[in-house]
């Protein structure tokens, strides 16, 4: 399903049961295991689709996404009719243009952007100018609690 | 006049033609992606640091990639 019909329009999808696996250049290469280049605590893919899923869950979310500054996702765990390239490509373009704009008006860098909409959130933040995180929650959801749910993602990565 | 100045200005006389309804919307759309054009030519041959590339590729994944969908939706 198109990302932005998902997150302005229609109710709430199936999940799948397991996460879904991110295709990266480590999982491409059979590297699964792998350290993150320049990582922090946060050490394999694995691990992080482990922590998405946990999050979500405990959290009551919809989903999550883990990418690089450049929009392709490292480790995500979303509903089955998301596509975590469209999420986490348009995470990391609202980001760019958020942090060119509020720079430019002398309020520097973003620590993160939260999105209302029709049906639901969307909150993307920025970690160790690495990673961008992104959480899609439902309408009912709190908006204190998805901002936890991301500040414990942050930390653990 | 360099290039980015003179491009400046024909955006900026797009934008105002259009706010003063000079321009349909169509026109306007069609003017904006000429500038695109010329603009993406232009920075090919810019040495644009990697930092910059990096925070510039989303953007051009989402307009690119919606685009491309919306195409598809046309049957072209």
Redesign the interface.
């Known amino acids: 399903m198109d990302f932005f019909k998902k997150i302005f329009g229609t109710p709430e999808p199936e999940r799948k049961e397991e996460p879904q696996p991110a295709e990266t250049l480590e999982t491409a290469q059979g590297e699964e295991d792998k350290p993150e280049e320049g990582g922090g605590t946060m050490a394999t893919v694995k691990e992080m689709e482990k922590l998405l899923a946990q999050v979500v869950k405990d959290n009551g979310l919809e989903g999550a996404v883990i990418a690089d500054v450049e929009g392709l996702p490292i480790a995500s765990y979303l509903p089955a009719d998301l596509d975590e390239d469209e999420i986490a490509a348009a995470s990391a373009a609202i980001l760019a243009i958020s942090d060119s704009k509020l720079s430019e008006s002398g309020k520097g860098n973003v620590a993160q952007v939260s999105i209302e909409a029709e049906n639901g959130y969307l909150v993307v933040k920025p970690i160790k100018e690495e990673y961008v995180v992104s959480v899609l929650a439902p309408k009912d959801a709190k908006l204190g609690i998805i901002l936890s749910a991301v500040r414990s993602i942050e930390k653990k990565i | 006049m360099r290039r980015s100045e003179a491009m400046m200005e024909r955006l900026k006389a797009l934008n105002e033609k259009r706010k003063n309804g000079e321009l349909s919307a169509r026109e306007y759309y069609k003017g904006l992606m000429d500038l695109l054009m010329e603009l993406a030519n232009s920075l090919q041959e810019e040495n644009i640091s990697e930092e910059d590339v ?6 051009l ?2 307009f690119i ?1 919606e685009q491309i ?1 919306k195409m598809a939706g046309r049957g072209n």
């Open positions: 990096k925070k510039q590729i989303p953007l994944k989402v990639t969908k």
